[in-house]
């Protein structure tokens, strides 16, 4: 039977962190990937792209770790790290070991996808809630700007124009609603963000599939009673065996 708990929609204000820092760790893990990569491949022919690229698989751990912690501490949505145990020894398997384990190449297709993914979050986002808190406070801004009045689409082509406390309450009334709108989009964005997240850096379904038929692990208790068993049923029958003879 499953027993895990399918995590909550995360907060306002976890949500929000996550989805303003996204662009620059994304654009950060974009140019840190390709260009370790693209520079390490080619050199590696003649060695010299070696370290390049054995930074760019510690590298592209480490900000998988990264996004772990951020996803976990701000979003709530735990991410374990499903990594191939390393060789105890040999510097060399250690690091083949890395580069064919797959779960390397899922955090790296999540890493490059956070560019695009930050730039779509960061965008609805600002864009939205600068809507929506703009027309909530239209009514106190107004006199502010030139002319004393906000015309939209501008001043030489007037659709709508706001020049008084009236005309302006509409437009924060919207701005309102707007809000009332923002609050969800965000922490749903959020959620998506982090489902993303745990389904590439995460176990794979496979993975998780073979975990769940492996035999459960025995407790240190459980090993040591099963090992005991022998033992004692030995002992009896030994003590059978010399009342016997004694008889």
Do not use: K, N
Request: a positive charge; proline letters at 9%; one cysteine or more.
């Amino acid at each position: 039977m499953d027993t895990r708990v399918a995590p909550g929609t995360p907060g306002l204000s976890g949500s929000s962190a996550v989805l303003v820092s996204s662009l620059p760790l994304g654009i950060f893990s974009f140019v840190f990937l390709v260009t370790t990569f693209a520079v390490g491949l080619p050199l590696s022919l003649v060695w010299l792209g070696i370290p390049v690229l054995m930074a760019f698989l510690a590298g592209s751990r480490g900000l998988a770790d990264l996004e772990r912690i951020r996803v976990r501490a701000w979003l709530g949505r735990p991410v374990p790290r499903p990594y191939r145990p390393l060789p105890t020894t040999g510097f060399r398997a250690r690091w083949l070991t890395r580069a064919r384990d797959a779960q390397t190449w899922r955090d790296v297709t999540y890493l490059v996808l956070l560019l695009p993914l930050g730039v779509v979050e960061f965008t609805v986002m600002v864009t939205f809630w600068a809507l929506a808190l703009g027309l909530v406070a239209l009514p106190v801004y107004y006199r502010f700007l030139p002319d004393g009045l906000y015309a939209f689409p501008g001043h030489d082509v007037r659709w709508i124009v706001v020049d008084s406390v009236p005309t302006a309450l509409p437009w924060a009334v919207l701005g309102v609603l707007l809000v009332c709108l923002a609050v969800p989009l965000t922490r749903g964005v959020g959620a998506g963000h982090a489902r993303l997240a745990a389904a590439l850096l995460g176990p794979s379904p496979r993975r998780e599939r073979a975990a769940e038929a492996a035999p459960p692990v025995p407790t240190s208790r459980e090993a040591a009673s099963r090992d005991r068993a022998p033992t004692d049923a030995a002992s009896g029958d030994a003590a059978g065996s010399t009342s016997t003879v004694a008889g």
